[in-house]
């Protein structure tokens, strides 16, 4: 018997067959109802058959010597199809399922075939019949041919006429093909289980745990008498549909999500890593306590989760390199059963890239909460709508909750077919006894410390002032630092990790203690931090973002003063700072200008029903399309979709669709300050990863030391608008750390803990990294 290799490793193809026919059986004992009867036959036969074609002799060859191509060689795949049973297929399969069969085998790598002839595929198919005499079939439970198939005028022949019948070398499947849906998820279940085999991770969580039980457990065991509210029991009642609901900010929308999805494979996707980080630590601290297992079933994703990931390790008193490793790998390979997401690292699959089939296959079998959907730009929302339809139409279900939903959005649903449960009558999760928060007052003008300077020397409590832009918000800062000093403190998102972390918790503690002072923010604020002021001054964005920023005044208690607790600052004759009407804005303009019309005549109390009856009023299809500033918005989301869809064939470049969904307008750097004050640790650890990078130093002990000075880098820097990178006097050094650069501002550029970047050096940048 041969010993035939599937990798460089020395894994034989039996073996490697075998490592993906355990995570198949896992796959289906976890979720038996992820694919029919028929569809688990299938997938068995492609896991048997996909990579039998390596037997081929130039494919052994090339990875005995060690080289990555050979002349002459086709792809393994393509001869993998020429070994199936066919007359056995077609006695159990239909012609469509044969068809996505083969083709899932042959395309499960992206490969180039245009320059392979069929006359050349007809060679390579006769030489790999000569080793098949030699493999061992039975090994991985299959037939070998009969007597009669292996003559030539048998079996060749019949190959011939198959690749006509079931592929064809020239043609991919397109989305109007019959197959194709079926092609779709059986190449995704292949490629997800391959690549875990390969990978040598499971390919899902082990077991199926009720997130819910766990959480119900922790309040439990704090308060006897608590009970599931009103939201959370219809959740659960409408666990077997897509749903839509509205709930008050303190309602436990959370909760509710993640009793609907029950102990269903599940993803959490959020509009900013902040509140993916919160939910994160919320979720974990309350299913799993102090237990390292939260491990294996919950996960962290976006494209720099390192820093987080590595913290939760910490905490759990396991810093284990490997298992580091094993953890990201798995979170990237969607294996865990709950994962909470960026819209990226989810939702790229709109653009159906090569390979976007795993992810498909993965979501049909999920449940998909998007959390806040009023909060994404309108492209953004677009693939959301659109990816929403396609993850319902192989099987998938989502659930949509925020605290304000725009009637436009609903329309737009509606419009593209999305099936889904609304509450009876359609109406918001409200708590009646929570439902006189704020006191607001509409100032006509911008915002400025006067009206900030009255309340604080009266007042024992905190405040929170929220502006539009980094810029603003610093501006404000200074004027308050000349009167108060160490009572006004600041947090955006240019400061550098290291530090953002420490005002992150700075700014919880404060809030919790309610200490006297002030805190000034930007847009991060929104949904990202579970605080409570007492105050809230803001400049006006639109009205979603405003009501987001008011749940942060008065979270969960109600108003008695007979002060305004709530000043809002709508610019008067001029903007806010970061709204502009054409290039770079906050907000779109139009939805500002509708906002501000809304808003021009409130003074006093807004109850919840009231801030959503102005939503519901002011963001109708209708009245976007007939505003002159505001009616290119819905027609940029359908533009969205449209191009989405027609592009649904082309199979872009992977990388090229996350640019499309990143914010790819800066670039990570270090202030020069933060450079010079820690110049010499950093010069140690960048001599260290260069020694890993050239070879050097493989040992586990130096991969433990390789992440870890690797996400101390990462802790140094801090998100630069691009255009201001792209100068070169804007920068001091570049250093370069194995296959990365590290970016050095010039001195310019004044960095502190206390107010972080200034992008002030003879730029204007209102419009930059507002957040």
């Known amino acids: 018997m041969t010993e035939y290799l599937a990798k460089s490793s020395g894994e034989t193809i039996v073996d490697h067959t075998k490592e993906l026919l355990k995570r198949l059986a896992i796959l289906k004992k976890l979720y038996p109802n992820a694919l029919k009867n028929d569809g688990w036959r299938l997938l068995e036969i492609a896991c048997k058959y996909h990579d039998l074609g390596k037997m081929n002799r130039k494919f052994q060859s090339k990875l ?27 006695e159990e399969f239909d012609d469509e399922q044969i068809r996505a069969l083969t083709y899932s085998i042959a395309l499960h790598h992206a490969r180039d075939f245009s320059e392979i002839t069929e006359s050349n595929y007809d060679n390579e198919i006769e030489l790999v019949r000569k080793e098949e005499d030699k493999f061992p079939f039975y090994l991985l439970g299959l037939k070998r041919d009969s007597e009669f198939e292996k003559k030539a005028v048998g079996r060749f022949y019949e190959r011939i006429i198959v690749q006509n019948e079931y592929f064809d070398l020239d043609a991919r499947l397109s989305s109007s093909d019959p197959e194709y849906d079926y092609f779709v998820i059986l190449k995704g279940f292949l490629n997800r289980i391959d690549y875990a085999a390969s990978g040598g991770y499971d390919i899902e969580s082990p077991g199926r745990i009720n997130f819910t039980d766990r959480i119900k457990k922790y309040h439990k065991d704090k308060n006897d008498d608590f009970e599931w509210n009103e939201l959370q029991k219809w959740t659960v009642e409408h666990n077997d549909d897509s749903i839509v609901f509205v709930a008050q900010t303190g309602m436990g929308k959370t909760e509710a999500a993640l009793r609907w999805a029950g102990n269903n494979k599940t993803f959490f996707v959020l509009p900013l890593r902040s509140a993916i980080n919160a939910i994160f ?26 820093n987080k990931v590595i913290d939760n390790f910490r905490e759990k008193n396991n810093v284990n390199i490997t298992n580091y490793k094993e953890y990201v790998e798995r979170s990237r390979q ?15 699959f709109v653009y159906h890239y090569q390979g976007f089939e795993s992810k498909v296959a993965t979501l049909s079998y999920s449940k998909v909460i998007v959390d806040e959907i009023q909060m994404y730009s309108p492209n953004l929302l677009a693939y959301i709508i659109y990816g929403l339809k396609i993850i319902q139409k192989y099987g998938g279900k989502f659930c949509i909750m925020t605290a304000t939903l725009a009637p436009f959005i ?3 649903m509606k419009e593209k077919g999305l099936k889904y449960k609304l509450p009876e009558k359609e109406k918001p999760f409200l708590d009646k006894k929570l439902n006189r928060r704020h006191k607001v007052k509409i100032f006509h003008y911008e915002l400025d410390i006067d009206k900030v300077m009255e309340i604080y020397r009266k007042f024992d409590g905190n405040i929170l002032i929220v502006c539009n832009t980094v810029n603003k918000a610093m501006q404000v800062y200074d004027a308050l630092f000349e009167h108060i000093g160490n009572d006004v403190h600041m947090i955006h998102s240019r400061f550098i990790a290291r530090d953002r972390k420490k005002k992150e918790i700075e700014i919880q503690k404060f809030s919790n203690d309610h200490l006297k002072g002030i805190w000034i923010g930007t847009q991060v604020i929104e949904a990202s931090l579970d605080i409570d002021f007492d105050v809230l001054f803001t400049e006006l964005s639109e009205l979603n973002g405003l009501f987001q920023r008011m749940g942060r005044c008065y979270r969960r208690r109600n108003y008695v003063g007979d002060e305004y607790n709530v000043y809002v600052y709508d610019g008067g004759e001029k903007n806010p700072s970061g709204i502009h009407g054409g290039g770079r804005t906050v907000v779109h303009y139009g939805m500002y200008k509708l906002s501000k019309n809304a808003i021009n005549n409130i003074d006093g109390y807004l109850s919840e029903e009231e801030k959503i009856d102005l939503i519901n009023n002011v963001y109708t299809t209708k009245k976007i399309k007939e505003s002159d500033v505001a009616n290119d918005y819905i027609e940029e989301v359908k533009n969205t979709i449209s191009y989405l869809e027609s592009g649904a064939d ?3 470049d992977r990388r090229s669709v996350m640019k499309k969904f990143r914010d790819i307008d800066s670039i990570q750097c270090m202030p020069y300050s933060v450079y ?6 950093i010069k140690d650890k960048i001599s260290f990863l260069n020694d890993y990078y050239k070879g050097k130093n493989k040992s586990k002990d130096y991969l433990d ?49 206390d107010k972080g970047l200034s992008l002030s050096k003879n730029i204007d940048d209102e419009d930059s990294n507002v957040w």
């Open 64 to 90: 005995l010597e060690g080289k990555s191509k050979i002349e002459g060689e086709i792809p393994h795949a393509l001869l993998s199809i020429s070994m199936l049973p066919f007359d056995e297929l077609e």
């Open 410 to 412: 609903v329309d737009l």
């Open 334 to 348: 969607l294996s865990q059963q709950l994962t909470i997401s960026t819209i990226d690292q989810i939702f790229s």
């Open 676 to 681: 010079e004050s820690n110049r010499m640790s």
């Open 281 to 306: 630590d919320r979720v974990r601290t309350q299913a799993f306590g102090s237990k390292d297992e939260s491990n294996e079933y919950l996960s962290i994703l976006y494209s720099d989760m390192s």
């Open 705 to 753: 030391k390789k992440i870890e000075y690797s996400n101390y880098l990462d802790q140094l820097t801090v998100a630069v608008p691009t255009y201001i990178v792209y100068e070169v006097e804007n920068i001091y050094k570049v250093i370069e750390v194995g296959k990365r650069n590290i970016i050095i501002l010039s001195k310019g550029f004044n960095y502190s803990f």
């Open 650 to 652: 082309d199979a872009i």
